[in-house]
């Protein structure tokens, strides 16, 4: 069967207004602005955390830069050493609440701009805390000068685990197949003392033996 | 002739016997959660009182801070039995006697919740310690400061009560019902209830806008009508001392003056007690130390007074209108005095117990009062740096009756809240009750036997410098050496023998001096050094918790030991004890101790003591000193910066090596709402350091942390890893600053636990576990706790099961996962309530933390975040 290209194009039209409509008709996701800087400066947006709270699929948080375009960043003296801190801020739409984080900048400048960003969410899907991680020991700097930056972020939502609890079995009666154990044999429960009572009744009867000629 | 190989076959069974022993004392996995030993503490007793079980024996029944009842044994001190009750209970009266059928020994307690359950009466079966009856008052607990307005009397069948200050009831003895209850209105709070003549009497105080008043209430016994309520002469007072003497007397201070008014006489009756001594004895300014010497609730009570040059005691009579004092004795110029009294064939004993802090000679004398002789006088051992002055003391008196000699019985609490028994010149024994109030405790690992003469070793265990030992001639070492080795031999031998004494039940009072203090052949002999709130450090061997030193720092609430010179070289092993002086602002003082001994150990210029201000935090540093080889500790102060302790060029050396990686973190501990972690900045001055924040934690609202565990960063690791099955590894996670806590949040319904994993370092949050329904037994019951060491948690909370799960608003996927331990699919779970095991109890969870969920693979680099609360 062939559609028709006005089929096909409905089709294809309800399957976007399915998608995009998913958001407005109450599924859970999210959004989070990011914005940084860096040490005291004023804050910048870097762009959007968008997130699906009651999934635990990595693929459902993702990050949304404000652009595709690298980011062009002025580097001054003084941002070499680790006193320097890029930070990270997290605002929460219809909330005053934010979410503050920050790395010395010649981490993040050694990881390649590198990042790793978890949000922390109670049992509500509300953000209460932020990691914000980049995958470097090295404190290295660059030059004066301006850098274009990529960032390459990666973002978790990061729920509280339900821990392990107890099962609660109960009590059996005897044993598991609910026969009695069988009793053991006065040999199987007393052979840890009756043999070596026997090693050295044979030792000493030794002694007997050799002791009857020298009588003589 | 020839040897015959028999007679060695014995000889060969007992070395083969000899060598079993070694093995037959592992311990095997059906021993463990054995108790090698325990000391059963009570905590320092409050009430005492001197009874008679029901066998007719001597008892000793005490209440005590930590609202412990017992039943001790004078003899021995072992308790006949205990009962722990809730922090909010108070114990009133002792008594013993009997109410119709019904033979009791009984303790009358008051209880209930703040604010909640409200008042409940108990009558406690001396012989057995069980609830003889309880009964509910329907009255409102008050709030723990106005516990003293609670007080009350045994009759002949009843029990008279004054509870929150306002309302007397009188209870049957034998079923508890009440035979009247009253309540008087008004400002007045009643403090104490005596019977005198055919009336009750309640004193109290009526409190004013600047003042209180004595205030005075009477009673019918009978109906329970009030008959009247006076206040008498002299009654204002800032804050009333009052007390009862004698049968019918009270008397109350006011500042330095003392007042005696009987009851039941007139309102103007009062006496002032300075003119009960004669002219010569009164002070310039009138001042008078007068003390109430009390026999137990009903008992007859007697007032101690200090003269300028002499004690006395008055037992509340007058004599042709004179205070019938008698001389208890000159007044000493310095030191200490304790009074104690008891009654014996119908005449009234009092003993004075003296000593000081610089001298082990303590005097007893004891004073019948009727004719005003010493009847018995004793010197005791008592050391004021083992265990601070004498602070109460209780007397029991017989008389001999093959010699006729009074023998005494003293029950003594001491400063630093521990208890013994002394029979007249003797100790009969000893319990460390300070115990009872340690904060912290640090294993000590003993030395090696010739580890701390390891310079002359070869020479043996004889003390000699290897200069001396190369003065003297070579026969003369020769002859040193095999007399070195025979001692050696003697003391394997020795210590094969004392192989059974390991095994017998500890015996506190051993002589210190007899315990073995090097390691063992699998160091499980160790020391174990507690501080405790009241003053006290003290060291315990492992093997029977025998005490081997103990110190007394007056006014040190100690909240921290260390070790910070372990056993691994010729020097003794140190602790630093780290505590805080209330009435001296706060001062934090860090007391450097030798763990073998006892002793302040100093270094050059620097003392054993140091008392600073404004420190809120002390750090051991992960970085050893080699002048002295101690681990020295970093101070850090309300500006959060850093101080060095020892402040010296080795330690400052030390601390360059690590002060680029040098972080910490702070929190308020359990109870708080966060964390705060921060890195060093720059020196500031030699030896003293500034830091910056580095992240924050603050936790959700309504949470709070609940358990918080001290981890050691030089602590022993017995593996790196664990290896399965197929020869391959999982490498634990070995990170020292890996923390793991518990945080508990709660409102009325429901109830939730948090378990959490935070590098200490960067404040990243690697694991939040949660336990729905789980927490505190109770607000004011700490049920939480969590221990963490190598690479894994154990902790316990209580489950308060189904009825305390907090709803979950919506749908979340959960992870389903397989008996392997893997994750078998994610499902979504229906929103409503989580889940909980339905059965009210204690829980044990477990975390083990490894490298990576993969086997042979470990973590490389690392990874850096600061987080900062919002």
Redesign the interface.
């Known amino acids: 069967m062939k559609l028709s290209s006005t089929t096909a194009l409905l089709i294809v039209s309800c399957l976007i207004h399915a998608v995009l409509g998913a958001e407005q008709v109450g599924l859970p996701f999210r959004r989070l602005h990011v914005y940084h800087t860096i040490n005291n400066g004023p804050y910048a947006k870097r762009g959007t955390i968008k997130y699906d709270h009651t999934s635990l699929k990595k693929s459902a948080n993702t990050f949304e830069p404000l652009s595709e375009d690298p980011l062009i960043l002025r580097v001054e003296g003084g941002i070499a050493d680790r006193s320097s801190l890029y930070r990270v801020a997290v605002r929460i739409p219809g909330s005053d609440k934010e979410l503050n984080a920050s790395t010395p900048f010649c981490f993040l400048y050694g990881a390649g701009f590198k990042d790793h960003i978890t949000i922390h969410v109670d049992e509500k899907g509300e953000p209460w805390h932020l990691d914000y991680l980049v995958p470097s020991s090295e404190c290295k700097s660059p030059e004066q000068g301006t850098i274009e930056v990529q960032f390459k972020t990666q973002v978790t939502i990061m729920h509280p685990v339900p821990a392990t609890r107890p099962q609660l079995e109960e009590i059996v009666q005897g044993s598991p197949d609910g026969k009695p154990p069988p009793e053991k044999s006065f040999l199987q429960k007393y052979w840890m003392y009756i043999v070596p009572i026997l090693i050295i009744l044979l030792l000493n009867g030794g002694e007997d033996s050799q002791g009857g000629p020298a009588r003589r | 002739m020839r040897f015959s190989p028999?007679p060695s076959?014995p000889v060969a069974?007992f070395a083969l016997l000899l060598a079993v022993v070694g093995t037959a004392c592992a311990l095997h996995a059906d021993q463990a959660g054995i108790f090698d030993w325990h000391k059963q503490l009570i905590g320092t007793p409050k009430h005492t009182y001197f009874g008679t079980s029901a066998k007719g024996r001597s008892t000793l029944f005490v209440a005590t801070e930590k609202n412990v009842i017992a039943s001790l044994s004078p003899k021995t001190g072992k308790a006949a039995w205990r009962q722990v009750l809730e922090p909010w209970e108070e114990i009133l009266a002792f008594k013993e006697g009997s109410a119709g059928p019904l033979s009791f020994l009984g303790l009358f307690s008051v209880t209930g919740t703040e604010g909640a359950d409200g008042v409940n009466l108990r009558l406690w079966d001396a012989s057995n310690g069980f609830v003889q009856w309880e009964r509910p008052t329907g009255l409102p607990t008050p709030v723990t400061t106005t516990k003293a307005r609670f007080s009350a009397f045994f009759g002949d069948d009843n029990i008279v009560a004054v509870l929150n200050g306002n309302t007397f009831v009188k209870l049957n003895l034998e079923d508890g019902k009440p035979i009247w209850t009253k309540t008087q209105s008004g400002k007045a709070i009643y403090t104490h209830i005596v019977a005198v003549g055919d009336k009750l009497y309640a004193v109290g105080t009526k409190t004013a806008e600047e003042h209180s008043n004595v205030s005075i209430l009477s009673l019918n016994p009978k109906t329970g009508e009030i008959l009247s309520t006076y206040q008498p002469k002299h009654s204002t007072v800032v804050s009333a001392n009052i007390f009862t003497v004698g049968a019918d007397h009270i008397v109350w201070t006011a500042g330095s003056d003392t007042y005696v008014h009987r009851l039941g006489g007139k309102e103007s009756d009062v006496h002032d007690a300075q003119k009960f001594l004669r002219a010569e004895e009164r002070s310039e300014h009138g001042y008078v130390i007068a003390r109430s010497l009390a026999i137990g609730s009903n008992g007859v009570n007697a007032m101690q007074l200090a003269g300028l040059e002499e004690h006395y005691i008055w037992d509340g009579t007058f004599v042709d209108g004179k205070a019938n004092l008698k001389v208890m004795g000159a007044r000493p110029p310095a030191g200490w005095i304790i009074y104690t009294v008891a009654e014996l064939e119908g005449g009234l004993f009092v003993a004075r117990i003296m000593g000081t802090a610089w001298e082990k000679d303590w005097t007893i004398e004891l004073l019948e009062t009727k004719t005003g002789n010493v009847v018995v006088k004793h010197t005791i051992i008592h050391d004021f740096n083992a265990a601070g002055h004498i602070v109460k003391a209780h007397l029991q008196i017989a008389r001999n009756k093959a010699t006729s000699n009074v023998n005494l019985r003293l029950f003594l609490v001491t400063s630093d809240g521990s208890t013994r028994m002394w029979k007249d010149d003797s100790v009969l024994w000893t319990s460390v009750e300070a115990l009872a109030h340690a904060t912290a405790a640090q294993f000590v690992d003993l030395p090696g036997k010739d580890l701390l003469s390891q310079v002359h070793d070869e020479l043996g265990a004889v003390d000699e410098q290897p200069e001396e030992s190369a003065s003297k001639n070579p026969i003369a070492r020769y002859i040193r050496r095999w007399k070195a080795h025979i001692l050696k031999l003697v003391t394997s031998v020795n210590s094969i023998a004392d192989l059974p004494a390991r095994f017998l039940p500890s015996n506190s009072a051993t002589n210190s001096s007899e315990i073995v203090l090097h390691r063992d052949a699998h160091g499980v002999r160790k020391l174990i050094v507690f501080a405790t709130t009241t003053g006290k450090v003290v060291a315990l061997e492992s093997i029977q918790g025998r005490v081997v030193w103990e110190r007394f720092y007056p006014g040190v609430k100690f909240e921290q030991i260390e070790v910070i010179r372990t056993s691994v070289m010729k020097h003794p092993p140190l602790v630093a004890a780290i505590g805080i002086i209330e009435s001296q602002d706060h001062k934090t003082m860090v007391l450097r101790i030798n763990a073998l001994t006892g002793a302040d150990h100093a270094f050059p210029y620097s003392p054993a003591a140091n008392a600073m201000m404004y420190v809120k935090q002390v750090v051991k540093l992960p970085v050893e000193e080699l002048e002295e080889r101690t681990f020295p500790l970093a101070l850090i102060d309300n500006d959060n910066q850093i101080t060095l302790l020892p402040n010296n060029a080795a330690t400052r050396k030390a601390f360059d090596e690590i002060k680029s990686k040098f972080h910490f973190y702070d929190t308020d501990g359990v109870g708080a709402a966060g964390f705060d972690g921060y890195?060093l900045?720059g020196e500031v001055s030699p030896g003293m350091y500034g830091s910056?924040p580095s992240?924050s934690?603050?936790l959700?609202e309504g949470e709070k942390i609940a358990a918080l565990p001290v981890r050691e960063f030089d602590e022993q690791i017995a593996s790196l890893g664990r290896v399965l099955g197929n020869r391959s590894v999982l490498y634990k996670y070995l990170n020292p600053n890996l923390l793991a806590f518990a945080t508990t949040k709660q409102n009325d319904t429901a109830q939730t636990l948090?378990?959490y994993l935070l590098d200490t370092v960067?404040?990243?949050?690697h694991?939040?576990?949660?336990?729905?329904g789980a927490g505190n037994v109770s607000p004011t019951l700490k049920s939480v706790y969590v221990l963490q060491s190598e690479n894994w948690v154990v902790y316990g909370y209580w489950?308060e099961g189904p009825s305390a799960v907090?709803e979950?608003?919506?749908?979340?996927?959960?992870?389903v996962v397989g008996k392997s331990g893997k994750v078998k699919k994610?499902k979504?779970r229906v929103a409503g309530k989580?889940?909980?095991?339905?059965?009210k109890g204690w829980?044990v969870?477990v975390l083990e933390v490894y490298e990576s969920e993969k086997a042979d693979e470990k973590l490389e680099?690392?990874?850096?975040?600061?987080?900062?609360?919002?």
């Open positions: 028999k076959r069974l890195v900045t910056r992240w934690l603050r959700q948090y378990i960067s404040g990243v949050i694991y939040r576990g949660v336990h729905y489950n907090e979950i608003p919506e749908q979340a996927e959960e992870v994610r979504r989580a889940q909980a095991p339905d059965a829980e969870g680099g690392y990874v850096f975040a600061y987080s900062e609360g919002s």
